[in-house]
């Protein structure tokens, strides 16, 4: 068991939530490595995205940076703390935010929210006596890292997902996160290559591979598949290319008159992708259920028959890792760094983003073959426990914490 010196906090966009689960699994794993931790986050969620008691606890005991922010008196006594404590830290932080704010008025105006922020954020890491930062999503949270750090001198790292990221590297100047980080956990090879195609080569010796992992035992429940049950989770998004999948049942449903597709998860694109369901006739095969549990999902993974992700862009999602300690065979898209998880022919089918008629014979093979289905998510189940448990990955990034923070 690693034990530190000093607390460690983590810090992302927003938590805890129900789609971001991972990052609430790996903060308890390393809890259990003997790493204390203090949770925050930059906005509050709402409660809607709580599913269970542990969401609830969580939230409960986050320090929410905007939410102080809020007050007057914090926000002004932070900055002059900051200045106090460290006056060339504040101005070349100030300067940092300066140089790498996005061009026009708005992205220069968010710079200086980020850098309020930041000097909220370093307060109460002081006085949590917090040596280390980690952040989750390269995004905006992880610029208020970075000035944090500059502010602060607390040393910071984060955690690359993509690949909302790599679509807009110079707007959120990862070259300089991962310059200034003290290591970069990239979560697959291919996280990592693009890392290193956005980075000064002297840089990546600090890249990282530390994947994102399930507990296995939590989805004990193999029972072999036996019938023509689909499940979907993810948030409702067009990235997700669920409107694809709702194409692919019509067809489906002419050979397998009992198929039942279950959608668990919620957000902007739920009403839509009940219209296109109602309208293509297929509403009493499709079951929206909103957010689930992590209980919850796992028993839906022992109920079902086949797990299907048909997005447009991932990183390496996690609930394919559910579906594979579930042992559920699973069909999904050949983007990214799917293919580093899901090998395709073993644990599942791969197809191209967006090929409907592709999905639909992916599908089709699988529920038409039940002992081929029954072999793959046995050897899913294996791949996962092999390479992508929660205990083990986050047994990675305590090293590294422990080296940072030692």
């Not at 390393?30 to 790493?35: A, F, K, P, S, V």
């Not at 905007?66 to 703390?81: E, Y």
Request: hydrophobic share 45%.
């Amino acid at each position: 068991m690693t034990q530190t010196s000093n607390p460690i906090a983590y810090l992302t966009g927003e938590y805890p939530r129900a789609t971001d689960t991972f990052i609430q699994r790996e903060v308890a794993a390393l809890r259990d490595q003997g790493i204390p931790v203090e949770t925050c986050s930059i906005r509050r969620t709402g409660t809607e995205h709580h599913v269970g008691e542990e969401q609830r606890s969580e939230a409960a005991n986050t320090f929410y940076v905007l939410a102080a922010a809020k007050s007057p008196i914090t926000l002004i006594a932070a900055q002059f703390a900051a200045l106090a404590r460290r006056p060339g830290g504040y101005f070349r932080a100030l300067f940092l935010a300066l140089r790498t704010a996005p061009p026009g008025l708005r992205g220069f105006l968010y710079q200086l929210f980020y850098f309020a922020e930041a000097a909220v954020l370093a307060q109460h890491l002081r006085k949590k006596g917090v040596g280390h930062l980690h952040n989750h999503i390269a995004k905006s949270s992880c610029t208020v890292a970075m000035l944090m750090s500059e502010m602060s001198g607390i040393p910071y790292s984060f955690t690359l997902h993509g690949p909302d990221i790599f679509f807009a590297p110079d707007h959120w100047r990862l070259d300089e996160k991962i310059a200034r980080a003290r290591f970069v956990a990239c979560i697959s090879h291919f996280c990592r290559s693009q890392a290193m195609a956005l980075s000064d080569p002297k840089h990546w010796h600090k890249l990282h591979i530390v994947h994102c992992g399930v507990d296995p035992e939590r989805y004990a429940d193999t029972r072999p598949p036996s019938g023509h049950r689909l499940l979907f989770v993810g948030r409702l998004a067009p990235v997700k290319g669920l409107p694809i999948l709702l194409r692919a049942m019509v067809p489906l449903i002419a050979d397998f008159a009992d198929l039942k597709l279950t959608v668990i998860g919620d957000g902007p694109g739920r009403k839509a992708l009940e219209h296109q369901a109602q309208t293509a006739g297929i509403a009493e095969h499709v079951d929206f259920v909103g957010y689930k549990n992590q209980t919850e999902v796992a028993e839906a993974l022992a109920e079902t028959d086949l797990f299907v992700l048909p997005s447009f862009a991932e990183g390496v999602p996690v609930v394919l890792m559910e579906a594979m300690a579930a042992a559920r065979p699973v069909v999904t898209t050949q983007i990214a760094g799917v293919p580093e998880l899901v090998e395709h022919g073993q644990s599942g089918l791969l197809v191209p983003p967006g090929d409907t008629d592709a999905l639909t014979r992916a599908i089709a093979a699988i529920l038409a073959d039940p002992t081929r289905a029954a072999e793959m998510g046995a050897h899913g189940r294996e791949r996962v426990q092999a390479a992508f448990t929660v205990s083990t990955e986050a047994a990675r990034l305590a090293q590294l914490l422990k080296v940072d923070t030692q």
